[in-house]
């Protein structure tokens, strides 16, 4: 087993490489339009102060659980002629950030809804009645008594999607599943397979651990 992984290291550390594109790519979306999706969504459900915006709310909301709903392989396979006109190719690191991308978004938008309710409505009712904008609201409210909550929710973002990267790997996404696929699976070499779940598993403790001491540090209650 160490002879196939010191012969395959430098394909194991282009796969690390390949993950970590997928994923810096996916979770930059996810943070930035699926952040701002959740925030729409909780500001606009009822008794909330865009709560006029009901239509948007409920159309949103719809978006969101369908989208939620595709098991990842099937949105993967459906998007294909999407992510082709994208980038050209419905295979690699890139075109693999597509649908990954697509998945990510109303993951991550529930996420910081989920989040944001926690909010205590008290504090909102006391920004509120002096005079604050939703806009002041978000910033200065939601963002900062939520910021530990939407850390670990980030983190969850960052765990799942590492796993649906790996996924990925079954239609020539690249990356660690790929490694996996290619090697453990139609090459029967079974060490590799194993080594791969290992440095998945390592992977994903590293997020997690970080992302907790993250959450603790921001936490200021």
Do not use: H
């Amino acid at each position: 087993m160490l002879e196939n992984l010191l012969e395959l290291t430098p394909d194991i550390i282009t796969a690390i490489g390949e993950t970590f594109f997928m994923l810096g790519i996916c979770l930059t979306t996810a943070v930035t339009l699926g952040g701002a999706l959740g925030i729409a969504v909780y500001l606009t459900a009822p008794g909330n102060p865009l709560a006029r915006y009901r239509r948007f709310n409920l159309t949103a909301d719809a978006i969101i659980n369908v989208v939620r709903s595709f098991p990842f392989i099937i949105l993967l396979v459906a998007l294909s002629p999407f992510t082709r006109y994208i980038v050209g190719t419905s295979i690699g690191p890139l075109a693999a950030s597509v649908p990954l991308s697509c998945a990510a978004i109303p993951y991550f938008a529930r996420l910081v809804e989920q989040t944001l309710r926690d909010v205590p409505r008290g504090v909102i009712e006391a920004a509120e009645a002096m005079g604050a904008s939703p806009w002041q609201i978000v910033w200065r409210v939601l963002l900062v008594d939520g910021r530990s909550g939407l850390i670990l929710s980030t983190t969850v973002l960052a765990v799942s999607f590492l796993s649906y990267s790996a996924i990925a790997g079954v239609v020539g996404g690249g990356g660690i599943g790929d490694l996996a696929i290619r090697y453990g699976y139609y090459r029967f070499q079974t060490d590799i397979m194993a080594a791969m779940v290992v440095l998945l598993v390592v992977l994903v403790q590293l997020i997690q651990t970080t992302g907790q001491y993250l959450a603790r540090r921001a936490d200021k209650r």
